[in-house]
């Protein structure tokens, strides 16, 4: 049954501390989305990847976050310093694309700052 | 720009009542919907989509949803509830000619015993 995978599932971590989360997406997916889910917006695209290329970043804050697909197996979204406000549910789901474009979602990173 | 409105953020029903969960979009161009189911401590996996053809749309778990292009509406119905179907609800639209997925705010659907 092929999945997304998310790690890690939960991170504590110190304001002001990198932190990094990966995504294996499905094998043969080419669109590759990180997502924030936080109680009072819901849930926010931050970046997107066609054949691992990022086509839309906007919804990311650049001077801290950036978002990578070193190669089609591994997507990572990194952090940098980290903050409080930034706690959330970071997620990251897969897809085709093109006309069938439902996404696949991993069970998500929960991140704390303290 | 897209946008989807989920008129509520709350639904209680009783166990084997029907449910109707609301969703409006706004978009200039053509459009495909989803809806997606949450459970606890999960991520979203897809109960239903319209592509194209006919405005009423079965999914999974005995969910369907009916697009009306006059009332840009897609709302969710079941005819009778369960406890498992206990969740959060995220109407999504998605323009023609793109990838993106724009996601509502979610409708949290209690049911009572």
């Known amino acids: 049954d092929a999945r997304v995978t998310q790690t890690p599932r939960h991170k504590v971590t110190e304001m002001g501390q990198e932190v990094t989360m990966r995504c294996q997406p499905i094998?043969?997916?080419?669109?590759v989305f990180w997502y924030r889910q936080t109680m009072m917006q819901g849930l926010e695209l931050l970046a997107y990847f066609r054949n691992r290329a990022p086509l839309d970043d906007s919804g990311m804050p650049k001077d801290r976050f950036s978002a990578e697909m070193p190669d089609a197996t591994l997507a990572t979204l990194k952090i940098q310093p980290s903050e409080p406000r930034d706690s959330a549910v970071y997620f990251c789901?897969?897809?085709?694309?093109?006309?069938?474009?439902?996404?696949?979602f991993g069970a998500g990173t929960r991140l704390s700052v303290l | 720009a897209q946008s989807v409105t989920q008129l509520d953020s709350q639904v209680p029903v009783f166990e084997e009542a029907p449910v109707e969960l609301r969703c409006n979009y706004s978009?200039?161009?053509?459009?495909?919907l989803f809806w997606y189911v949450q459970y606890p401590n999960q991520g979203l996996q897809l109960l239903l989509k319209?592509?194209?053809?006919?405005?009423l749309v079965k999914g999974i778990n005995g969910f369907e949803a009916e697009f009306n292009k006059s009332q840009t509406s897609f709302h969710l119905r079941k005819p009778s509830v369960h406890i498992s179907d206990t969740a959060e609800y995220f109407c999504?639209?998605?323009?023609?000619?793109?990838?993106?997925?724009?996601f509502g705010k979610g409708t949290r659907l209690h049911i009572l015993p």
């Open positions: 789901a897969s897809g085709l694309g093109g006309q069938g474009r439902i996404q696949y």
């Open positions: 094998l043969g997916h080419n669109t």
């Open positions: 978009s200039s161009v053509s459009v495909y």
């Open positions: 319209y592509l194209s053809g006919s405005t």
């Open positions: 999504a639209v998605s323009e023609s000619r793109d990838d993106k997925i724009i």
